[in-house]
């Protein structure tokens, strides 16, 4: 299983971007997929995650209202829409993956699939 991330970069605030996260290899039956990120001198946190269990998806209470996560299954992609950006959400963004059928959580740990990374700065 590989996950590649793109469409990072330099954004004003107030600025959008939109991520996305190429998994290949990959079951897409059972499936949790979710977006962390790290600030520079930080914890990783969970950002968002999407799951095949219908309808569910969770956000993390500094990006709920302003991100959102979408999957084209057919393009094996999952996206972070991101919009009304803020300095804070400057940080390197990571997908991660695992074959789970479950209600997701940002709180989730032990994804055994992860991509590289792509930077998100945002300049006030």
Known sequence: VQLVESGGGSVQVGGSLR???????????????????????????????????????????????????SRDIAKNTVYLHMSSLKPEDTAVYYCAAMNEYYACSVEDTGFPYWGQGTPVTVAS
Request: charged residues 25%; proline residues 2%.
């Open 19 to 69: 991520l996305s996260c190429v998994v290949s290899g990959f079951t897409w039956d059972d499936y949790v997929v979710s977006w962390f990120r790290q600030a520079p001198g930080k914890e990783r946190e969970g950002v968002s995650c999407i799951t095949s269990v219908e309808d569910v998806e969770d956000y993390s209470s500094s990006v709920k209202g302003r991100f959102t996560s």
